[in-house]
């Protein structure tokens, strides 16, 4: 009677201790496919991530080497078995014939779908859905009580430190999108700058001092922005010799 409960509190300790070693989404991907596989003993399992702002789930991490379709295989919410499980925050226990119920999709070079058993189990986090684990078994599978819910708690709690993991990376993307677009606006400023310079300095229109500031940055192999710099350097130089400030005593 005790075993299940002793089942969850292994499980919890080593999802602890997953947790606490700040592992990457990867890696921490890879230990839910461990962790999936000690419980079910199965022949695959499949982790599928949400993309919110597309509104489609994709293939993350796999038991069996998928390495041409990890981050391209998706489906839309509520697209076959896995949409459905994401879709209604519920399990779905298929013992044989999965590929039979009508909320089946197939997708080519997935061998998995080829299976007779499919357990599919949501990632929670907050009460919201994050993901999906995907579990397959090649010959008929009648899922167990003990065995979906260990599964369930699987998700549950992997699904907060998943969660964590993606909003950090989307912080640090964001941050870099940032920084980017302070860069690009530092050197539109400076681009600006040096072209008002070859206006006054060549008699040129705004377009030809643009042509020809692209141009020289070609020849010299020079970024636009390291050679608007050095003629605003050249005409701040020249501007000081020709008005130098008084300093006589």
């Not at 596989?37 to 695959?44: I, K, R």
């Not at 796999?62 to 379709?69: E, G, T």
């Not at 590929?99 to 058993?117: C, I, N, P």
């Not at 859905?129 to 009648?142: D, K, L, Q, S």
Request: net charge negative.
């Amino acid at each position: 009677m005790t075993e299940p409960h002793s089942s969850q509190v292994a499980l919890l300790h080593r999802i602890s201790s997953i947790v606490s070693s700040q592992r990457s989404l990867d890696e921490m991907l890879g230990e839910i496919i461990g962790l999936t596989v000690q419980v079910t003993e199965c022949d695959a399992a499949l982790v599928y991530l949400i993309e919110k702002d597309l509104n489609e789930i994709v293939l993350r991490a796999s038991q069996v080497p998928h390495a041409h379709d990890l981050n391209l295989l998706r489906m839309k919410m509520g697209e076959g078995v896995t949409g459905w499980v994401a879709e209604h925050k519920s399990v779905v226990a298929l013992a044989a014939n999965s590929s039979m119920d009508h909320r089946f999709k197939r997708f080519q070079g997935l061998v998995e779908d080829t299976y007779e058993a499919f357990l599919s189990v949501p990632l929670i986090n907050q009460g919201e859905v994050i993901g999906v684990i995907n579990v397959h078994h090649r010959e008929p599978h009648a899922h167990t009580a003990e065995e979906i819910s260990l599964l369930t708690f699987i998700g549950e709690q992997m699904g907060i430190a998943i969660a964590k993991e993606v909003l950090s990376g989307e912080n640090s993307r964001l941050l870099g999108e940032t920084e980017e677009m302070k860069r690009q606006l530092e050197t539109r400023k400076l681009v600006e700058r040096a072209k008002g310079i070859m206006q006054t300095r060549y008699k040129l229109t705004e377009e030809e001092a643009y042509l020809r500031l692209r141009n020289e940055s070609r020849r010299h192999r020079k970024p636009m922005k390291e050679l608007a710099e050095a003629i605003i350097l050249s005409e701040e130089l020249s501007r000081k010799s020709e008005d130098p400030d008084d300093e006589t005593a």
